[in-house]
């Protein structure tokens, strides 16, 4: 891809950088909340895309997240509550040639929003979405979530919250996303590479991204981020690459074959199970989505791609059998349509 470029005021062109891509709204987040480090990765890779920034256009629903079109410097919707991947698939189908992102939390995209996200998903739109995820209703001011664990006490669950929580992966891939992976709001490295490819995918991209709430939920991802331990809790997915993780890198997620469960062991034991390797590119989605359920109580937690699948997106099927009846029927009027079939006279 070439790098977007602008034309500077002496006519020359100049390539775009991180720069072009911040807007010159005030970005207001809570201090140290984990949307800053997301916003600045996005606005980082932006310009190594080769998509031009009037070719881009973020749509967000309601939350803290659904701020970040404002802080773009590109095309942007801040829409309805829920409703974003809808207004989305709209936009691309009328549209194929942008690129379009969809911001959303756990609580706008899994909530209200649930239907429109597992739509999207079962259609394989081609729809980049970012699911910020920090286990709470942040801009409402600290209610449990469907991603809440079990047991926390918040302002509508004060005896702690008796709910399930949604594992957001598995949800994604039960639901037939074609790309789907999980990152972390601080690891830059990590995020900037998962972003990167998730806009190569053509289909939907989904990413979750686990990101911390100073005020609600502060510190709950503290392990998967502090350098001393997070090795023992984390386990990053390698395609073609068994499951790996530990400082010592002595310690594998295993198959129990019988039970059709992952569970943490060490490479040296033989206890009857069976180490897999990870294959993204599966054509079915079984061991991704056990792995989509993992983490806590002693489990680590996967980032990385869990699937990378190629299928024909949404806009390529129906455009293409917009094509087939054109050529078949001609391309037809408006005013035709409007006055076939029955008519009455009112």
Same mark, same amino acid.
């Given at each position: ?185 601080? !690891?830059?490295? &990590?995020? %900037?590479?998962?972003?990167? #490819?998730? $806009?190569?995918?053509? +289909? ?111 806009? !390529?099927?129906? &455009?293409? %059998?917009?094509?087939?009846? #054109?050529? $078949?029927?001609?391309? +037809? ?14």
């Amino acid at each position: 891809m070439t790098a977007p470029s602008r034309t500077a005021s002496d006519g020359e062109l100049v390539q775009l950088g991180k720069k072009d891509f911040e807007s010159d709204q005030a970005v207001r987040w809570c201090p140290g909340c984990g949307d800053y480090a997301v916003l600045a990765q996005v606005q980082k890779i932006m310009p190594e895309l080769g998509v031009p920034r009037e070719n881009v256009v973020f749509v967000s629903g309601i939350g803290c997240s659904s701020r970040f079109p404002y802080y773009m410097n590109t095309y942007g919707f801040h829409t309805i509550h829920g409703r974003a991947p809808a207004i989305a698939t709209g936009l691309k189908l009328a549209r194929p040639e942008l690129q379009v992102w969809v911001i959303t939390g756990d609580g706008d995209g899994l909530s209200i929003g649930g239907n429109h996200l597992i739509h999207a998903m079962r259609r394989n739109v081609d729809l980049k979405i970012l699911l910020f995820n920090n286990e709470v209703y942040g801009l409402t001011k600290g209610q449990y979530s469907p991603t809440s664990r079990q047991g926390m006490r918040t302002k509508s669950s004060p005896l702690g919250s008796v709910d399930r929580p949604f594992s957001t992966l598995a949800l994604a891939l039960s639901a037939g996303a074609t790309f789907v992976a999980r990152s972390i709001d601080t !690891d830059a490295r &990590h995020l %900037q590479s998962v972003l990167k #490819r998730m $806009a190569a995918h053509r +289909g939907i991209a989904f990413l979750e991204i686990l990101q911390n709430c100073p005020v609600f939920n502060d510190g709950i991802y503290e392990e998967m981020k502090d350098r001393k331990i997070k090795s023992d809790h984390l386990v990053e997915l390698v395609h073609r690459e068994p499951l790996v993780y530990g400082s010592e890198h002595d310690r594998v997620l295993k198959l129990d074959t019988d039970a059709m469960r992952l569970y943490p062991g060490r490479r040296d034991e033989r206890d009857g199970g069976v180490e897999v390797t990870h294959d993204e590119r599966a054509p079915e989605p079984t061991l991704a989505t056990l792995l989509g359920s993992l983490g806590g109580d002693g489990v680590p937690t996967p980032i990385g791609v869990f699937r990378a699948d190629e299928q024909p997106s949404y806009a !390529d099927l129906v &455009h293409a %059998q917009e094509a087939r009846e #054109r050529d $078949a029927r001609g391309p +037809g009027s408006l005013r035709d349509l409007l006055y076939s079939g029955d008519l009455w006279e009112v």
